[in-house]
């Protein structure tokens, strides 16, 4: 297996085309490498920003505090893991504080990880965590499971009420393939393993698991579950939590086996309370999945939709006779401009005069790919262009979709060398019905719009449809600004309470993939109601008694 | 709408071509109105049973305990609900004793209704609801949701540990359907409302939700949902927990409403605790689901496998690229053998004949049913065809898939005319990986034939596959036995015991599809563990403190 990368402490992962490096990982490249000269103007324009070098303090200057894990507690750590796995060093610490969000890196970039854990433990079975976790409920340690470290949501937050001491739980030596069942399609795996590595085994015997969200290299399996993720492809082959089939969730109070294949009516779903439960109510140990043969077709294709209406329309349409690409991503006009100015290929000049050249301005691109068998997928897709044409789609061909997917995991890296230029770069997301669609997106938006036009600043909001299902949909929100350098964390923190409100109120979901975290958490009584929370913590307390599973993350206060 | 029919007290529901009528309903016709002379002589030998007229005692005559109910709680409830949805005279009482299992049938036909409801309410809304819960929590009476009454698995028992007096709670007066968002493709509807009744309403707009189980005519929506139904044609439209976007539950402690169509990942799924909690946790007021176009096209056909084996695999291959129909019913040796004879139709004699002359003997009859887009339904059918011929299978024709689809709910008519012949007719069904089926499918049958074979007694065990899925599929047993008239319920006991204990030591799940009840529920705890038992009970306790609904049901004591 090919060594696996590591994500830098104060950005995304090391850069392929990274200029200098220092001993936390590759800086950024430059602005200019980066974003083409038409789309720097572009940008400067509509968001008032001048582009200038703001890059983080040196990672030797991170602030980090004393380990305060006492030493009881480390001794009973070191007698049950081995010294080698209970670590206690700076780089150790650094690596596991906090995720991915812009928040998080705002801190790290700053210089401030007071908020990383004590020290990072790894346990290497599912016998070995249950009894971690019941030896820190005893000595009053708190647990947080770090799996790829991805979280965009505050989900390795690790902050206590009780401001007890707190461990990363790194699952790294569970990362394995355990069982292949081949007749059933059923893969069980460590939770510390990552996508590349189980496609790599699962290629072998001809098959895949096909979940591609945009942490692909890094996120973990047990991550994927612990927080119900979905992947570009989700709309095809099914979101993370579709695909689980059982998993082991060690608990401070015992082992749960979880899930029975292929289905059961044997009572409520316990399955489906381990699923999304991010780490609170124990840790993911072993992960079952549904796996399927690799696709001998796959067909990526770009479209174009004068209008975002007419581009729902049609793909309402195809979503209400299952006709839906495997892959489906629609942008609104923001975005498309905005795309084919960052691209700056040769092709995307091409495709921006050709569309022109029609009278349809840039429009709505829509991305879609198509995967499987190639009987299935020509009837698939000839029975979805047909649909797409009656809504007034234009194919554009086979180039649009092949770029998409050549560039699909870029994003968190080009947020790198944009934070380092003096941007505000998040993003944030949501699920709402077909009917309640339209209204989420004009109301998130303009919420955004509202709280980040101050003085000369203008944000820039780019939208896009990123799963389709057959009642709805999810919208995937990309949020550019001139970054408030006086109070940045405040300047995004007014922006999000006032999206998530306007999404709430329109009939979107807190979050359809990045999960609740510590950024959500206060809206969650919003989303299942306070008695829906009050089973939650039901549940919480029987399982944790002490509450020393990532305390801080999904239930509020 | 057209008028629905009622189940009969002592039977499945009125007979068509039934002989005499009285005030509990009809009488199911005799046996040689239904079992061809060729099957009742098959059957006589293989059972060693000698046909015989055991007809119920009269509706009359059957023994009813005084309703318990204290004087302060009825004064109460019909202060809540109006003096008319208060019901305590004899018939309202009989109608809601228990469902229709073997067990509750012997029952009934030997006159015992001694563990009929007290009284039966019919609340209106779900504040009325959650205010009966309330006040019936206040006066320490058990509440048992009545849907459509077809429970098979004791889901009606209303078995208190203390001996508290018990209500059903019939949901017939919310039976209507509150919304239809067409471009989301969701039905909202009243808990109490039938699958006729509904599809009906939805045809009117070219929509379908297309769950149909055995007990289609008489089973609600909300019985549905509190007990993971699947239908007929769930491989291909899903599992109704699947359809299930949204639901409303009224519990002692307050209303839930749960579910985010048409995806979250905003934390532990609360929608699955309700969903199979069997009245357990509280009532289920409002279902909304997932709905979808009326097919244009459907293809039902028929198929022959030479073994069971060879059926099962290429079933397995289909399953695992994505292949399989929307309807797939592979029966054993036994099953078709048994159909054939039982069918006694002149198409039956041509096809035993038409399959001897092959060499085939009867072998193993596959029904298929495929639905939708013309396009679609020719893509898949030829591709799945083509696998269907790899494995082995040679096809049949559409005669059979027709006539399969014309006689779908009639078994539990001929169960009655069978029990008034002196046999012994039930079923049972689980589901496991495919890898785990093969197994399953040989100890349940070995464990019902040693549980059932004495004296001159030998069972008839007929099975088939009834549901697939990608990792696995279901498998529904029916067995028939000479009845021992001195211990009927021993008899079947302990068969029942015995199959149980099989499939769960081969893998199987405890219940694929008809809900844990009072009969499952010893085993519930093998099938999720201890701790599981321990986080349902939790649940429990927050939602019902006072352990008012349904006990007695899926929670072990």
């Given at each position: 297996?090919?060594?696996?990368?590591?994500?830098?402490?104060?950005?995304?992962?090391?850069h392929p085309?990274?200029?200098?490096t220092?001993?936390?990982g590759?800086?950024?490249?430059g602005l200019?490498?980066v974003?083409?000269?038409?789309?720097r103007?572009?940008?400067?324009?509509?968001?008032?920003?001048t582009?200038?070098?703001?890059?983080?303090v040196?990672v030797?200057?991170?602030?980090?505090?004393?380990?305060?894990?006492?030493?009881?507690?480390?001794?009973?750590?070191?007698?049950?893991?081995?010294?080698e796995n209970?670590?206690?060093?700076?780089?150790?610490?650094?690596?596991?504080?906090?995720?991915k969000?812009?928040?998080?890196?705002?801190?790290?970039?700053?210089?401030?990880?007071?908020?990383?854990?004590?020290?990072?433990?790894?346990?290497?079975?599912?016998?070995?965590?249950?009894?971690?976790?019941?030896?820190?409920?005893?000595?009053?340690?708190?647990?947080?499971?770090?799996?790829g470290?991805t979280?965009?949501?505050?989900?390795l937050?690790?902050v206590?009420?009780?401001?007890?001491?707190?461990v990363?739980?790194?699952?790294?030596?569970m990362?394995?393939?355990r069982?292949?069942d081949?007749?059933?399609?059923i893969?069980?795996?460590?939770?510390?393993?990552?996508?590349?590595?189980?496609?790599e085994?699962?290629?072998?015997q001809?098959?895949?698991?096909?979940?591609l969200?945009?942490?692909w290299?890094?996120?973990?399996?047990?991550?994927?579950?612990?927080?119900?993720?979905?992947?570009?492809?989700?709309?095809?082959?099914?979101?993370?939590?579709?695909?689980?089939?059982?998993?082991?969730?060690?608990?401070?109070?015992?082992?749960?086996?979880?899930?029975?294949?292929?289905?059961?009516?044997?009572?409520?779903?316990?399955?489906?309370?381990?699923?999304?439960?991010?780490?609170?109510l124990?840790?993911?140990?072993?992960?079952?999945l549904?796996?399927?043969?690799?696709?001998?077709?796959?067909?990526?294709?770009?479209?174009?939709?004068?209008?975002?209406?007419?581009?729902?329309?049609?793909?309402?349409?195809?979503?209400?006779?299952?006709?839906?690409?495997?892959?489906?991503?629609?942008?609104?006009?923001?975005?498309?401009?905005?795309?084919?100015?960052?691209?700056?290929?040769?092709?995307?000049?091409?495709?921006?005069?050709?569309?022109?050249?029609?009278?349809?301005?840039?429009?709505?691109?829509?991305?879609?790919?198509?995967?499987?068998?190639?009987?299935?997928?020509?009837?698939?897709?000839?029975?979805?262009?047909?649909?797409l044409?009656?809504?007034?789609?234009?194919?554009?061909?086979?180039?649009?979709?092949?770029?998409?997917?050549?560039?699909?995991?870029?994003?968190?890296?080009?947020?790198?060398?944009?934070?380092?230029?003096?941007?505000?770069?998040?993003?944030?997301?949501?699920?709402?019905?077909?009917a309640?669609?339209?209204?989420?997106?004009?109301?998130?938006?303009?919420?955004?719009?509202?709280?980040?036009?101050?003085?000369?600043?203008?944000?820039?909001?780019?939208?896009?449809?990123?799963?389709?299902?057959?009642?709805g949909?999810?919208l995937?929100?990309?949020?550019?600004?001139?970054?408030?350098?006086?109070?940045?964390?405040?300047?995004?923190?007014?922006a999000?309470?006032a999206a998530?409100?306007?999404?709430?109120?329109?009939?979107?979901?807190?979050?359809?993939?990045?999960?609740?975290?510590?950024?959500?958490?206060p809206?969650?009584?919003?989303?299942?109601?306070?008695?829906?929370v009050?089973?939650?913590?039901?549940?919480?307390?029987?399982?944790?008694?002490?509450?020393?599973?990532?305390?801080?993350?999904?239930?509020?206060?």
């Open positions: 297996m090919a060594e696996q990368p590591e994500l830098t402490i104060q950005g995304w992962g090391p085309t990274g200029g200098s220092d001993a936390a590759d800086r950024a490249p200019e490498a974003v083409p000269k038409a789309a103007r572009h940008l400067a324009k509509e968001l008032g920003w582009p200038r070098h703001t890059p983080p040196p030797a200057e991170i602030r980090l505090a004393p380990s305060r894990l006492p030493a009881p507690a480390r001794l009973a750590l070191v007698e049950l893991l081995g010294e209970v670590r206690t060093d700076r780089e150790s610490r650094l690596l596991r504080a906090g995720g969000s812009y928040l998080d890196l705002l801190r790290r970039r700053a210089g401030d990880a007071t908020d990383a854990p004590c020290a990072v433990v790894l346990p290497g079975t599912t016998e070995e965590t249950a009894a971690l976790l019941a030896l820190c409920s005893e000595h009053d340690v708190v647990v947080v499971p770090f799996g470290g979280s965009v949501v505050g989900g937050a690790g206590d009420p009780d401001d007890r001491p707190a990363a739980l790194d699952l790294r030596r990362a394995s393939v069982e292949l081949v007749p059933s399609s893969v069980t795996v460590g939770p510390g393993m990552r996508g590349p590595a189980l496609e085994e699962l290629g072998r001809g098959l895949t698991f096909g979940h969200p945009q942490s290299e890094f996120a973990t399996v047990g991550g994927y579950a612990a927080t119900r993720s979905s992947g570009q492809a989700s709309t095809g082959v099914g979101r993370f939590d579709e695909l689980v089939t059982g998993l082991t969730l060690a608990t401070p109070s015992g082992v749960l086996e979880l899930g029975h294949p292929p289905a059961t009516a044997a009572g409520p779903d316990l399955l489906g309370l381990a699923l999304g439960s991010e780490g609170t124990g840790v993911i140990t072993e992960v079952s549904r796996v399927r043969p690799k696709p001998t077709t796959t067909s990526y294709e770009g479209w174009s939709f004068r209008t975002w209406a007419e581009g729902l329309a049609a793909l309402q349409r195809l979503a209400r006779h299952d006709l839906l690409p495997d892959v489906v991503r629609l942008s609104d006009v923001d975005e498309t401009r905005a795309n084919l100015l960052m691209s700056g290929s040769a092709g995307a000049r091409v495709l921006r005069g050709s569309l022109r050249a029609r009278g349809r301005g840039e429009g709505c691109l829509l991305v879609v790919g198509w995967e499987g068998l190639p009987d299935m997928v020509r009837a698939r897709v000839r029975a979805g262009s047909a649909l044409r009656e809504g007034r789609g234009v194919r554009l061909g086979r180039t649009v979709g092949e770029s998409w997917r050549k560039h699909r995991f870029g994003a968190p890296y080009t947020r790198d060398t944009l934070l380092d230029a003096g941007l505000l770069v998040e993003t944030l997301e949501t699920a709402a019905t077909w309640a669609l339209p209204t989420v997106y004009d109301s998130v938006r303009r919420a955004l719009r509202d709280a980040l036009t101050t003085g000369g600043r203008r944000p820039l909001v780019m939208t896009h449809l990123s799963h389709g299902y057959p009642t949909a999810s995937y929100f990309t949020v550019l600004a001139d970054r408030d350098e006086e109070l940045p964390i405040q300047q995004w923190l007014g999000k309470r998530t409100d306007a999404l709430l109120a329109a009939g979107g979901t807190l979050t359809h993939h990045h999960a609740v975290g510590a950024d959500h958490r809206w969650l009584e919003r989303e299942v109601g306070a008695l829906g009050e089973v939650l913590r039901a549940v919480k307390t029987r399982l944790d008694p002490k509450g020393i599973c990532n305390p801080g993350v999904l239930l509020p206060d």
